[in-house]
């Protein structure tokens, strides 16, 4: 079978979905799928163009059998709606040339989103090349847009609404990484086949045995000291003040200490919070190639789980919460809904606090901090729970299944 996965976002760019979608790519390959990646030049997250691609309109590439074809993308770091567009439209564009004259005809087309827009480039491929479209959905767009208030005009709120519809119902298959998403898509469109493409653990990638002795050397940290690490998109939706505001109240408590390490558009304000509340327990790194995580997440004894406050995230499951859980790590989880039901209630892997309580927060991690005993027991129950359920091999496996039957 021949698969066209299509994407704006692929390593060597670090992130859920680019991590996600690398796996997925892999082990499509080693089932026996003949896999083509169509992405953007790499960018993500600081919004420039990696050494090597830059002034580059097409780049053709092989990484570790992955056939990959890169086309050029508006780059701009602009947060404002209008540059934002313009950027997601650029690789439409591009991508639809690049699908047009550079891909052979795939039997199925994989589209990840968000972005949505690049649906448009999807439905195009899927109608000329006469082929299926499965299109994955990682986050609700533009719903999540509107609730978050990232996008308040009503004529690109609709006109983003009718360009859903319209792919979902092009598509042979749409999933989805929660079951809150899958819900949600199925009530608005029952007769639209959809599935849950669950997210989880890539263990032939991320070093599980990594020793994190290193790490708290090179950052003077000693063996009693309680570590909280939040590593990821220092973004809106993480509602990531809670961290900072905690670490306010716990700054009498010297031997428990914060690491926030990525980069986001969130990523000033925070640091510039901190310094307003003249915070020596709170310490920012930047983002980390992936092969550095495994040793950064061992270093910690707690990691910290946060979304806003929102019923949209109800149905959410942070991708950032499986690789510290497979290494034996607990979480303090600032998430309702769906993520709290499977991996506090079902799988005792941690305890929860509510998003942007950072009373509860603070009372969490000075309950782990002093009692050993239990952080060590959560940690052994979320390995167990993770690794039992949520192994990306097999959910890659049960998915090139599902496509098969198309």
């Not at 996008?151 to 609709?158: D, E, G, H, S, V």
């Not at 969490?364 to 729970?385: T, V």
Request: aromatic residues 10%; positive net charge; hydrophobic residues 40%.
């Amino acid at each position: 079978m021949k698969i066209l996965i299509l994407t704006q976002y692929f390593p060597p760019e670090t992130g859920a979905p680019q991590n996600r979608l690398y796996s997925l790519a892999t082990d499509l390959i080693d089932a026996g799928a003949d896999v083509t990646v169509l992405t953007a030049m790499p960018n993500y997250p600081k919004m420039e163009i990696f050494e090597g691609y830059k002034g580059k309109i097409y780049k053709k590439e092989v990484l570790n059998k992955i056939k990959i074809i890169r086309t050029w993308i508006f780059i701009v770091k602009s947060k404002a709606i209008v540059p934002r567009l313009i950027n997601y439209i650029s690789f439409v564009i591009s991508s639809l040339v690049a699908g047009l004259f550079k891909v052979k005809r795939p039997d199925v087309i994989i589209c990840e989103s968000p972005p949505l827009f690049l649906g448009i480039t999807a439905i195009a491929l899927k109608k000329m090349k006469r082929t299926k479209l499965v299109f994955n959905v990682s986050d609700l767009w533009p719903e999540t847009a509107e609730k978050l208030n990232i996008i308040t005009n009503k004529q690109m709120l609709n006109a983003s609404y009718w360009l859903e519809k319209k792919i979902y119902k092009s598509a042979a298959l749409v999933s989805g990484q929660t079951q809150g998403i899958i819900k949600n898509i199925q009530a608005r469109y029952p007769m639209v086949p959809a599935y849950w493409f669950k997210n989880g653990i890539d263990t032939s990638t991320f070093d599980l045995n990594a020793g994190g002795s290193l790490f708290r050397l090179q950052n003077n940290v000693g063996d009693n000291d309680c570590i909280l690490l939040y590593a990821g998109i220092l973004g809106h939706a993480q509602g990531l003040e809670v961290i900072i505001k905690a670490a306010n109240l716990l700054k009498d408590r010297k031997e428990i200490i914060f690491f926030l390490v990525g980069d986001g558009p969130e990523k000033d304000n925070l640091i510039k919070l901190s310094k307003e509340y003249e915070l020596n327990n709170v310490r920012f790194f930047p983002n980390m190639q992936r092969n550095n995580m495994p040793g950064i997440v061992a270093a910690c004894d707690i990691y910290i789980v946060p979304l806003k406050k929102n019923d949209l995230f109800k149905g959410a499951i942070p991708s950032k919460l499986f690789e510290p859980l497979a290494m034996g790590k607990p979480i303090l989880l600032g998430v309702e809904g769906e993520a709290k039901k499977l991996f506090i209630e079902d799988g005792n892997c941690g305890m929860p606090f509510e998003p942007e309580n950072e009373k509860e927060l603070s009372k969490g991690i000075q309950l782990l901090a002093d009692n050993r005993k239990l952080l060590s027991e959560l940690g052994a129950n979320g390995k167990a729970y993770v690794l039992r359920n949520f192994d990306r091999k097999n959910i890659n496996k049960e998915f090139y299944n599902r496509i098969k039957e198309l």
